[in-house]
């Protein structure tokens, strides 16, 4: 099992050490990414338990994990504000938010509005829950979060037409961050993206193939190309290396963002990435 290159005390101690001018991430498995700045914390889509390990354990899609857990959620009380993508569980993990709200009542949980009944029944009806959508944006915690629909194979919406699947512009200072959730690149996804001018994208690279019986991802090619077609300054690849069925090699992803120019890093697992790193000059 891959073992992160930094886990439990000792990503605790990075985290608490780092700080400075600038922004850091933390990639924790998964979807899963921790941004630090200015002393202020959001924890984007954590999955940090064995829930899906357990749930499909004996039938004809086990959730074998690949990299073990970063840390306990509950050691990530000092969050400011959590996001969820959307319902699936690696991004809406009650093993995860339960602990981890225990530990941080009143600790804001940023979802789609479209799924507010469906996150109550899975956590309770205890908590601040801010729902967004399609366009629409909230303040939290000093960040600002701007919802843009996510197409995990389609763009979902509910009978009240509003988005099940949002991806989150997150805003704060000079810097802007995306985070796509599950995504494919459908038609205007990048035209949407380019005009909010975003330092770093985190993208999934798993894709899609019939027989895993889940809902597709962006693959590595896919993910280098919406970030180029974004002017990103910099993409992160995510959603990888967790289960044994549903994972791809990040090297498709670096191969083809080498070939258009895009600027790129790979994370291992319980990694720190710094805004310094940035590269010069924007697309």
Same mark, same amino acid.
């Given at each position: 099992m891959i073992v992160p290159v930094l886990q439990d005390e000792a990503l605790l101690r990075d985290i608490a050490a780092a700080g400075g001018p600038g922004f850091r991430l933390w990639w924790l498995g998964q979807s899963g990414f921790l941004?630090?700045?200015?002393?202020?914390?959001?924890?984007?889509?954590?999955?940090?338990?064995?829930?899906l390990t357990v749930k499909y354990a004996g039938t004809d899609r086990p959730h074998v994990r690949m990299t073990e857990r970063a840390m306990a959620p509950e050691a990530l009380a000092f969050v400011d504000a959590v996001t969820c993508s959307h319902n699936h569980t690696d991004h809406l993990d009650a093993e995860t938010l339960l602990p981890l709200l225990r530990a941080r009542?009143?600790?804001?949980?940023?979802?789609?509005?479209?799924?507010?009944a469906f996150v109550a029944a899975r956590l309770g009806d205890g908590g601040t829950r801010i729902g967004l959508d399609d366009g629409t944006a909230a303040e939290v915690a000093g960040f600002t979060l701007h919802g843009?629909?996510?197409?995990?194979?389609?763009?979902?919406?509910?009978?009240?037409?509003?988005?099940?699947?949002?991806?989150?512009?997150?805003?704060?200072?000079?810097?802007?961050?995306?985070?796509?959730?599950?995504?494919?690149?459908?038609p205007g996804l990048a035209e949407r993206l380019r005009?909010?001018?975003?330092?770093?994208?985190?993208?999934?690279?798993?894709?899609?193939?019939?027989?895993?019986?889940?809902?597709?991802?962006?693959?590595?090619?896919?993910? !280098? #190309?919406? %970030? &180029?077609?974004? $002017?990103?300054?910099?993409? =992160?690849?995510?959603?990888? @290396?967790?289960?044994?069925?549903?994972?791809?090699?990040?090297?498709?992803? !670096? #191969?083809? %963002? &080498?070939?258009? $120019?895009?600027?790129?890093? =790979?994370?291992?697992?319980? @990694?720190?990435?710094?805004?310094?790193?940035?590269?010069?000059?924007?697309?």
């Open positions: 941004l630090q700045w200015q002393g202020r914390h959001l924890l984007l889509d954590p999955y940090l338990s064995d829930a009542p009143g600790l804001p949980l940023v979802i789609p509005e479209a799924n507010r843009v629909a996510s197409a995990h194979e389609q763009v979902e919406r509910d009978e009240a037409g509003r988005c099940r699947c949002l991806g989150y512009v997150v805003r704060f200072g000079p810097w802007t961050v995306y985070h796509s959730g599950d995504t494919l690149c459908y005009p909010f001018r975003p330092d770093v994208v985190l993208l999934p690279i798993n894709g899609r193939a019939l027989q895993r019986g889940v809902a597709g991802n962006l693959d590595g090619p896919e993910a !280098a #190309a919406l %970030a &180029a077609a974004a $002017g990103a300054r910099l993409a =992160i690849p995510c959603h990888y @290396e967790m289960f044994e069925f549903n994972t791809a090699s990040p090297g498709a992803f !670096a #191969a083809a %963002a &080498a070939r258009l $120019g895009q600027p790129h890093r =790979i994370l291992r697992c319980g @990694e720190r990435w710094s805004s310094e790193e940035l590269p010069d000059g924007r697309r």
